[in-house]
């Protein structure tokens, strides 16, 4: 890292020297569909070039005024006229040209009124030929979002679950795909389909676009949309920012009650230092007691082990640090020689939060076994404080070479994420009858790491007529839990025992390796006397997940302690004068001690497609996309199942399917569309999903069942026994049909108003489940058929309309509303029946889990005349959700609806407005995070609650 930038700073040091020449760039644009324009023919007064493979072109000339003249075939000429160069750069931004009318002669503009926004994002998505929304870099640099997930929020249909997670049209992350450029990538969470979009810096994306709907060239396996982020690719000129950014949240910053523990020398880099390693390194044979007792080697490698445990149990209060973040990149690009033109990039970003909740809730009630009754019953009652410490660390370094027809480009991404976690709560238990409260105290670290390689090469030849992109991407992305610590003492006797819990001790790990690669060729032609683009290719995809979780339980010892920090002093433990001390035990061997783990597998997909597709202009005003896909995908499973039996590569999921789409553009006027599309997709489960493992999260208690194990609950009919089955193990993919219509109007200075409607049926929806077989476990399971049916309005307006002194005010509002239906499936409805109160009548229908019925995103903002001043007013909210359905005596799960309200404004300032300080103000509301358990005619009570509280940041940033 630090000698890329190195070189960075060294060739920027070389080129700082002023110079009477002058740079003059810009890029070509096709009107009618928004594409660079290859090989048009630009004149500067005496000197000639082409457009290249981007629809870039530079001149070098010396002071003076200038006029550009830029001709294409089947284009009317523009001209660029009053370009001054005064020994500095000059970029003219994208140049659109249009087809050659009757009407229309040469266009002549002048520099001085043309703009350069973020209107080219509107336009791409005016071209498109399929529907898609997004956000680009120069929003992100406005409103000073720091991460993705902050700048997904203002993107239409789109909402942000748990600060990280997307949601497209309030469908869940199962149905949300995500991928870096457009390549597939792994994610980083074992718990989530998705991957983590607050790990994205927004300093290394250009732009982020949602897809809505489907065309043949896409992946298949999504539904609500595919979200690509796009890293920076060529720059267009030397840069080099550096920015610094301070937040405080008086709930959570600076506060000396913060609950925290002593972790290692370097989780403020986002990685453990050792501290944490597990004991047994590795070693095959774990000793036990009996080696103990045996003597010799095994006795002392079992001293070894448990002496080897870090001897941290509770927690520390401790003064919670503000929040803080850093950036600085560089970015230049020169000539090599006539031919051949060089870009590179570098760029650096560290980011550290801290949250705190106090009060903090965790709990599962159930109804009670008199069906009389309606009330819920407390099961497990867990409040409490605990403090989180998360770091990010972020490279993207990026080489671009490029001639008039021919591009490659080198990425290399790496994004090291580290997470402490720390709890301290009152526990209450009263399953079954059992009675009890303790003191509960959790500490845990979580390490994460995305390594992304990514090469492409862009071609054009004949003209233009044939283009060929082919990608190249690996990833390895890695997850470590080590030494998840979780202690309950029972209060008021102090005493530490199975009922309660054993202290437990977890390493977790998780590593995959993805391998995608992919080629698209577009041929220009004719078909059936129409003017076509004939797309074609071919991806495959190789992913292969290597997880492991290995526990081990702190038995024996003497109770009377209140403090969990001396439970693993020397003096407390097992040894051979102190037998009565605490020992461990191995929870993931076998009789003789050999490691025979069910939460051990390894997963390995092989993914391969083919598609075929065409852009069809059947007339000036109808642009039909129509296209077939073909994906063959396997999945394999090697671990135990849940009798013990070793599976080896077994073939757990065997899918081939054909996946058709079409999509058409109607221009109803000028800037006005209809469009229709529909398309087949499908949603497959995940590595995880399509497993045995079981995967506690300590903090919370819920644990996660893979979606290979079956269950069965015995109800009584009549006073006789039956076995009735709930889930019998076999987890398939969902097939998924697609219909949208939507009619845009694109207006000036990005204004525009869409309003769009659309449908999906769903066969086989896979949703999260509560375990009746384990208190508060979850597993995925395959419920039914769906419906879904939704509606979405989007408004961009400058606000002059209403009066001209309000010229500088922008309103937008995006508003999404869906009605789904699943026809649950016998198990379910059997199951709600025997679990019914007196009175209640059970549907065969119900709303589908993880989907919002609305989502709202609203905003008004303010910019200066000279575009150096921001202020703006953002609004998002959620509506409540049904989480996880209740089977049986559970109750169903609701997300209660989080009003988000926040504030931001930047300005520019200093020499040329190189400087930027920026403000925002998060969660103006004081709203609070809360889901709900929902019953027939019962009090709700909650499943979940945290107070985030009101955060400021402000940030300061410098540019050159």
């Not at 008039?404 to 976690?421: A, P, T, V």
């Amino acid at each position: 890292m630090l000698t890329g930038f190195a070189l960075c700073l060294n060739s920027w040091a070389q080129t700082t020297t002023d110079s009477a020449q002058s740079i003059i760039r810009g890029r070509i644009i096709d009107n009618t569909n928004g594409k660079a324009v290859y090989g048009a023919d630009l004149t500067l007064n005496e000197q000639n070039t082409t457009s290249d493979i981007d629809g870039k072109f530079e001149f070098s000339v010396p002071t003076g005024t200038y006029s550009l003249n830029i001709q294409y075939g089947g284009f009317a000429d523009l001209t660029v006229s009053d370009i001054e160069a005064k020994g500095t750069l000059i970029n003219l931004g994208d140049l659109r040209i249009s087809p050659q009318t009757e009407s229309m002669g040469q266009v002549n503009v002048s520099v001085k009124r043309m703009q350069n926004t973020e209107e080219a994002l509107l336009t791409a998505k005016r071209i498109a030929p399929n529907l898609i929304d997004g956000i680009s870099s120069a929003s992100f640099k406005r409103i000073g979002d720091g991460d993705a997930a902050s700048a997904m929020k203002r993107v239409t249909g789109v909402s942000i679950e748990g600060g990280k997670y997307v949601y497209v049209r309030g469908l869940g992350d199962r149905y949300t795909k995500t991928t870096l450029n457009g390549m597939d990538i792994p994610g980083l969470d074992p718990d989530r389909n998705t991957i983590q979009m607050d790990l994205f810096p927004t300093s290394v994306i250009d732009n982020i676009v949602v897809a809505k709907t489907f065309t043949a060239d896409l992946p298949a396996d999504f539904t609500g949309g595919i979200v690509d982020l796009s890293t920076k690719d060529f720059p267009t000129r030397r840069s080099f920012n550096v920015s610094a950014g301070i937040g405080y949240n008086p709930a959570m910053n600076l506060q000396n009650d913060y609950v925290g523990y002593n972790g290692g020398a370097t989780d403020f880099l986002g990685f453990d230092d050792g501290s944490r390693a597990n004991p047994t390194k590795g070693m095959n044979k774990i000793p036990s007691t009996v080696d103990v007792l045996r003597g010799g080697e095994g006795a002392n490698q079992y001293y070894s082990i448990l002496n080897g445990f870090n001897s941290n149990l509770g927690t520390v209060e401790k003064t919670s640090p503000v929040n803080f973040d850093f950036s600085i990149s560089y970015a230049n690009t020169q000539k090599i020689n006539k031919k051949f033109t060089l870009g590179y990039q570098s760029a650096l970003t560290y980011k550290n939060q801290t949250e705190f909740y106090r009060d903090a809730e965790f709990n599962l009630w159930a109804k009670p076994n008199e069906t009389s009754q309606n009330e819920l019953i407390p099961f497990e009652l867990q409040k409490g404080n605990y403090g989180t410490n998360n770091v990010i660390l972020a490279y993207l370094g990026s080489v671009a070479l490029k001639s008039k027809s021919d591009k490659f480009n080198l990425n290399l991404l790496h994004i090291q994420n580290g997470e402490s976690r720390a709890g301290k709560f009152f526990f209450q238990n009263s399953v079954q009858g059992a009675n009890w409260d303790a003191n509960q105290y959790n500490l845990e670290y979580n390490q994460r790491s995305l390594t992304n390689l990514f090469l492409t090469g862009k071609h054009i030849r004949d003209r233009g007529n044939w283009i060929i992109e082919w990608k190249i991407s690996p990833t390895r992305s890695a997850l470590s839990d080590p030494d998840i610590r979780f202690t309950r003492i029972r209060v008021p006797d102090l005493t530490i025992s199975s009922e309660a819990g054993f202290p437990t001790r977890i390493w977790r790990e998780l590593e995959e390796y993805n391998i995608a690669n992919r080629i698209d060729i577009t041929r220009k032609t004719k078909l059936l006397g129409f003017k076509s683009n004939v797309k074609f290719g071919g991806a495959y995809t190789f992913k292969y997940r290597d997880f492991t979780i290995e526990s081990f339980q702190i038995q024996g010892g003497t109770d009377g302690f209140d403090d969990p920090q001396v439970i693993m002093n020397p003096e407390n433990l097992f040894s051979p004068t102190n037998n009565g001390g605490f020992y461990y035990v191995a929870d993931f061997v076998d009789g003789n001690g050999y490691r025979k783990n069910p939460n051990a597998f390894q997963g390995r997909v092989n993914y391969a497609a083919a598609y075929v597709s065409t852009e069809t202009e059947i007339s000036n005003k109808l642009k039909v996309v129509a296209g077939l896909r073909t994906e063959m995908y396997t999945q394999f499973y090697s671990g135990l199942n849940q009798t013990g039996q070793s599976l080896k590569n077994k073939k757990v999921m065997e899918d081939f399917g054909l996946f058709p789409t079409i999509n058409g553009v109607y221009q109803l006027g000028k800037s006005t569309n209809l469009r229709a599309s529909y398309a087949r997709t499908t949603a497959r489960p995940s590595f995880k999903e399509l497993s045995f493992a079981q995967i506690l999260d300590p903090i919370t208690g819920r644990s996660f069942q893979g979606g290979l194990f079956g269950e069965e609950t015995t109800i009584f009919d009549n006073g006789t026994p039956r076995v009735l089955q709930l889930w019998d193990g076999n987890l398939r993919s969902s097939i998924i049909n697609n219909f949208d219509i939507r009619w845009e109007s694109y207006k000036k200075r990005g204004d525009m108003v869409s309003v769009g409607v659309f449908f999906k049926s769903m066969k086989d929806p896979i949703e999260i489940v509560q375990y009746v077989a384990d208190d508060n476990a979850y597993q995925p399971r395959n419920v039914g058929n769906a419906s879904l049916y939704g509606a979405e309005f989007e408004l961009r307006q400058n606000l002059e309309i209403i009066a001209s002194e309000l010229k500088q005010f922008y309103f937008n509002t995006n508003l999404t509303y869906t009605y789904s239906e699943i026809s649950i499936n016998d198990a379910e409805f059997l199951s709600k029946t025997y679990g019914a109160r007196e009175g209640q009548s059970i549907s065969r229908k119900r709303e589908m889990a993880g989907q919002a019925p609305y989502i709202i995103n609203g905003g008004i903002s303010w910019m200066s005349k000279a575009k150096r001043f921001e202020a703006g007013m953002y609004y998002n909210v959620q509506g409540a959700t049904l989480q996880f359905v209740g089977y049986a005596n559970r109750a169903d799960i609701i997300s209660v609806p989080f009003h988000s309200l926040n504030f931001s404004a930047s300005g520019k300032f200093g020499y040329k407005n190189r400087m930027n300080l920026g403000i925002q103000v998060s969660n103006l509301l004081n709203d609070k995070r809360e889901s709900i358990f929902r019953s027939y005619q019962a009090q709700q009570q909650y499943f979940q609650r945290l107070a985030p509280g009101t955060a400021v940041s402000v940030k300061f940033s410098y540019s050159l």
